[in-house]
Every structure is written in structure tokens, then in C-alpha cells.
């Protein structure tokens, strides 16, 4: 990247081992497998019609997924291959209630920076941790071709 590009943004990497990989993708074609059941359900089993109009939604839903499985895969292969080592300095951090009842969330806003990493701010979003609070600083990973990042161990 040259500077005349202006600072990269960064983006929280989306990281998973095998099982997100295989089973997001196992997921999807079960997803793609059930699309023609509730058609033909309707039409030889006196299903009403109206449960068929949920196969586009399973189509749709399998390739979110799928998508979602194949990027995790990347980001995941990517940091491994090209991640360097950073130190990631919280600036802020937000606990928000996602008000759907399930863990209470944490929005931090970082300062990263390292060997061979120039220093960008990001905002990294994840599961509250009391551990989480300003001036607080936890190992980072990332590729400084674009800020790709994240604080999981790969």
C-alpha cells in the first residue's frame, strides 16, 4: 500500500478452527438440501402451499452461511500465513446489552501497533470480559497489508 492510498481501515478478522469450517459449510447443503421438501411436501403430502415459500429463505440462508464458513476459512488461513505480532491497547470500551437476551457484548475501540505493524486504530467487538477496560493491552495478530486483525490465539 503507498501512502497516497491513505491509512488502510481496519477490519476484525473472523476466526474459527474446523469445525467452523466443516460444519458451516455441512450446515449450508443441509440448508440446500431441504429447499425442494416442503414444495414437494406441499404438493403430494397436503402441506399448505404457503410452508413452500420457505424454501427460497433455506437457499438464501445457505449461502449466508456457506459465505460466512468460507471467510472465516481465509482470515483465519491468512493471519496464520501472514500475521505478525502486535500489542493492542484499549482506548475505550462499551458493554452493550444486545437487548435479544443473550451475553451482554463488549465494543472496544484499540490502538494497535507493533513490530513491522504501523500503529491504526480499530474497533473490535466480542464477548464482555471484565478483563476489557480502558488502558488495558492484550496480544494482537495482523497482517499490515490492510490492518486484518484480531486478539483470539490462532
Not at 36 to 64: E, N, Y
Request: aromatic share 8%; charged share 20%; hydrophobic share 45%.
Amino acid at each position: 500500500m503507498t501512502t497516497d492510498e491513505g491509512p488502510a481501515t481496519a477490519r476484525q478478522a473472523t476466526i474459527g478452527g474446523a469445525f467452523a469450517h466443516v460444519g458451516g459449510r455441512a450446515i449450508a447443503v443441509v440448508c440446500w438440501a431441504s429447499t425442494p421438501i416442503l414444495p414437494a411436501l406441499a404438493v403430494f403430502d397436503g402441506l399448505h402451499w404457503a410452508w413452500s415459500l420457505f424454501s427460497p429463505l433455506m437457499a438464501l440462508s445457505g449461502l449466508v452461511i456457506w459465505s460466512d464458513a468460507v471467510k472465516t476459512k481465509q482470515d483465519t488461513a491468512r493471519l496464520r500465513k501472514s500475521g505478525l505480532p502486535a500489542v493492542a491497547k484499549i482506548i475505550t470500551a462499551e458493554r452493550v446489552d444486545p437487548g435479544d437476551g443473550s451475553a451482554d457484548v463488549s465494543v472496544l475501540t484499540l490502538r494497535i501497533s507493533g513490530a513491522g505493524v504501523p500503529p491504526f486504530d480499530a474497533t473490535y467487538s466480542c464477548d464482555h470480559d471484565e478483563r476489557f477496560r480502558a488502558g488495558a493491552s492484550f496480544k494482537a495478530v495482523v497482517d499490515p497489508s490492510d490492518n486484518l486483525f484480531t486478539l483470539r490465539p490462532l
